[in-house]
């Protein structure tokens, strides 16, 4: 998972690199589309699909502004999965779920790259979160990577509100087929619920009810339904929800009691 | 092969669920980038290439729009492959080409995941598909997944219709170098030319005799020739004949027996 | 390697291809949005990264303006690494720093696919080039696919140029972050600076002086550094070089030592 897109061979020395320790690992690409150094937009995307993952993979994550200065490059245990990433947050919505067991500092140069005489220090995710990735999928374990970090960086977590009358939340991802999904989960809908219905705004536009699947409103509108990460996701059936109402990421969401 | 994009997550964690019932499937990627919820490129991808990949291949095809909808997830075994799509005529250039010994209903829950409590049904790629997939490439049998599947639906196939003078087609795919292909054969052609020449017309315009290869027209000239999936393609040498003649997926296409 | 693009089956098919050939060949995308025929920019993006794959690994690099003409598609052995590609001067940049032991022509048909009756001739990237990396990557030997090939074609090499007083070069890439990287290596800098320091100038605006990583700019900042790949990069902290300073592929950039 990174924000290097794929015009450039980034992704692949990445590759290369991990295939030369680990010959044998299985390479999945999450998505490389990330909006160049948008920490929280690739916190957003690990946090919608590393529990899918087999237990024990190894998600490498490199969104990483601070490339060269004094971040830590950090290796992390939590929920059965291994995570590598630069200490800036983008693991804050996995260990909001998945409290770490360890995380450790990338300091043991042994597993880092020896870059070539010459190459400079702009791109640690092939000299060194790629080659603790691929030690890290043979097997090699967390702790003799570097000592322990205690307090890893956190990002200010957007939050959903709550309150007698509603939850109020904001869109956290909008994907390729324009669906605005928020950071308002099933549980807090059918809390407010309890039992009766509920009718969602977003941007203060009226959306109407919760359908179950796009296919249950008509083509064309606008509809509100639980997307497939447990979220309320604002969509239109068979069109792009993100065109139609002229909203996107951080646009207010809110869901009311219905009457 | 999806619609999905790979800006998001959706093609990544299909692949982690792949690979958390199948560890050793070779995940290969034919495109992500189908305009969303068109059927009908879909079909027209997968049928020109299918054949070339090694028999005993799964193939799985989520261009979904009527997910959760009551439109049958299917699989399906035909020439020598597998396929595991929604019934909603993805696979009819395929079938028409190969028809299928068996075709079922993905019913049986065993081989779908889980859905983790709250999350919606808005992602059968994940939920459904894909684990079927993996399960198929493991070697469960076909018939394990489901009843029997009589009449899939099938698309309305766009053909190109011959007489004494010509062969009429349309524009089918148009690819990333602007390349138009239609939906007329070699074999027509062939037929209409009887050992004479022909001459190609694209939306009413002559584009000339055919070549062999695009280094046969002179640089920067519109040619037509015969696609590597043998149908009558309309290129510029060096070019975008789709920029040049402003033509795109439906448009004219006729040959003529030459005077 | 390509120019491909993603949004049809060409690499997809070629990967297919490769597996009924080679099973357990672990496939990397290095980049397939090369932009279309263009051998320099192919040629500079796999110099850029093939010394940090596996020895052994087979690069099959298809930018090939010239399919269906008499360019002769190649293989070769340099630097520990096999390289398939037509004989256009992709490879240039390679063998500039790794000479080739062995290079030869893809004569043999028995190690390319058999086209499907009626299919074209306009992709040697599936029928010669995709079978011949995966024929070499079982372990087929270079010498048994065709005769020799005593002098590849060769770009002429874009150079620095080097006097008393600095060294021009050019922008060669330009990358995803809108950076800047030049023809201009370290060694070059080094010699010039003498332990002095030098500035740069791009497109004759003055860049600076040398920092070492991105972080040490200010944000928003125009910097000049060292890359990963060891040459003169003109970067932004956090955007885009290109972007900024309205400079792309060829445009020149000059180092002086400061006076």
């Keep these: ?78 929920g059965g999965f291994v995570f590598v990433a630069p200490d800036n947050g983008v ?68 939050r959903m509100s709550a309150d007698a009358a509603g939850v109020s939340g904001v869109v956290v991802r909008v994907d390729r087929f324009g669906n605005l999904i928020t950071n308002i989960d099933r549980a807090a809908i059918e809390r407010l619920a309890g039992g009766g219905s509920v009718e969602v705004e977003a941007d203060g536009r009226a959306i109407g009810d919760l359908v179950r699947a796009y296919a249950d409103a008509p083509a064309g509108a606008v509809c509100a339904l639980v997307s497939s990460t447990g979220h309320l996701e604002v969509a239109v059936h068979g069109g792009s929800a993100a065109a139609a109402l002229g909203l996107g990421r951080g646009s207010a969401v809110r869901v009311r009691r219905r009457a």
Tied chains: 1, 2, 3.
């Design 1 to 78: 998972l990174t924000d290097f897109g794929t015009q450039d061979h980034y992704v692949g020395v990445m590759k290369g690199v991990i295939l030369g320790i680990c010959p044998d690992a299985a390479l999945v690409d999450i998505t490389h589309e990330v909006p160049p150094q948008d920490v929280a937009a690739a916190a957003a995307e690990l946090a919608a699909c590393y529990r899918y993952f087999p237990t024990g993979a190894v998600f490498l994550v490199v969104v990483d502004p601070g490339v060269g200065s004094a971040r830590r490059p950090i290796a992390a245990e939590a």
């Design 91 to 158: 693991l804050t919505a996995v260990f909001d779920e998945a409290p770490p067991s360890r995380v450790v500092t990338l300091a043991e140069d042994r597993f880092a790259l020896r870059r070539p005489p010459g190459a400079g220090v702009t791109f640690d995710g092939r000299d060194r979160f790629a080659p603790a990735a691929a030690w890290l999928a043979r097997g090699e374990a967390l702790a003799a990577f570097g000592p322990a970090v205690a307090a890893p960086v956190r990002l200010e977590p957007v």
